[in-house]
């Protein structure tokens, strides 16, 4: 029997396969398999993934997005468990076994997760994305309260995540039209009915470049589908956490607010975190709002202005290195 399959799906990056591949055969987890799906990529990703012979299982498709293509993976695993890895990515030494183990001994949990380090392009770290400070250091945190926190905010790293296949009895498959944010919709979807498992260890080192997908969301995008995931969500009248569908309305009019801060769309930013302000006036209180309002006021200064308050850090630097 397989005990984990890690799941690998990729398209055009073979740039960076060789990485995600031998972090996943470095594990010291035994009964692994290794399944990369391609969804389609024109680069020599095929090339890329033979060298490995007999050690990695190959699925080529037709271009059918993330969520079909992890979907397929899926389908492929042979694991109990299923640890996602984006082809960007690169996993942490021990980590499966770890994660394996913690599933083992959480049965009521659907999933179990670790953090992420943030590395750009050339692999050096330059930030985290951790669990909520609520979270606290416990292994085992209740579906109710897994569920809230994850509509405040996908904090979930899919590389940092090993699934129980078994949910997807209860669970249907990522869905395509919650791209971007198939994540999250599939995290909240588990979270609803199972339990969440976490450990408070670094399990990947996820990449941001100009070649991922996070790259090209838009506002519209990201409200677009993350309005889709909480209209299935909550468009059923027996959820058994209907009582928060106000809430969560009001978490996503802020994580629009937050995204079109980004983006410098000043008005958007600050339509939608009114919304959001009327729709659930408790929110006022909570962290993510005084960040997302930090965003905000970060967009309200004119793009010349912090560009010449870069040069000046940087001219006062290298003076006092001169010095």
Not at 1 to 28: F, G, P
Not at 84 to 103: I, K
Not at 229 to 244: Q, S
Not at 296 to 302: D, F, H, S, T, Y
Request: glycine share 6%; hydrophobic share 40%.
């Amino acid at each position: 029997m397989t005990k984990v399959t890690v799941a690998i799906a990729t398209y055009n990056m073979a740039n960076y396969l060789t990485a995600a591949i031998d972090s996943a055969l470095a594990q010291d987890q035994d009964d692994v398999e290794i399944v990369v799906v391609d969804d389609g990529s024109t680069d020599d990703t095929r090339e890329v993934v033979s060298r490995y012979g007999r050690k990695v299982r190959y699925a080529y498709q037709e271009n059918a997005g993330v969520a079909n293509t992890y979907n397929r993976a899926l389908e492929l695993a042979k694991g109990d468990y299923v640890h996602f890895l984006d082809a960007d990515d690169v996993l942490t030494p021990s980590v499966l076994r770890r994660l394996a183990a913690l599933l083992d001994e959480s049965p009521s949990a659907g999933l179990a997760h670790g953090e992420a380090l943030v590395m750009d392009a050339g692999g050096k770290v330059c930030g985290t994305r951790a669990a909520p400070a609520s979270y606290d250091g416990r292994r085992v945190i209740p579906s109710a309260e897994a569920f809230k926190e994850l509509l405040r905010g996908c904090h979930i790293t899919s590389s940092a995540v090993m699934l129980r296949k078994a949910v997807l009895g209860k669970v249907t498959p990522f869905r395509q039209k919650s791209v971007p944010g198939e994540d999250w919709d599939m995290w909240l979807r588990v979270s609803a009915e199972y339990d969440v498992a976490h450990l408070p260890i670094s399990a990947c080192y996820y990449r941001v470049h100009d070649s991922s997908i996070t790259s090209a969301y838009t506002v519209e995008r990201v409200m677009r589908s993350h309005l889709y995931t909480l209209d299935t969500i909550f468009g059923n009248p027996t959820f058994r956490y209907a009582h928060l569908r106000n809430y969560a309305y009001a978490c996503l009019d802020r994580t629009i607010a937050r995204v079109a801060a980004r983006a410098r769309e000043r008005g958007r930013f600050v339509a939608e975190l009114r919304k959001a302000l009327v729709r659930q006036p408790s929110i006022a209180l909570e962290g993510a709002t005084v960040a997302t309002l930090v965003e905000g006021l970060k967009a309200m200064v004119p793009t010349p202005v912090i560009e010449a308050g870069k040069r000046l850090r940087g001219g006062i630097a290298t003076r006092m290195i001169s010095l």
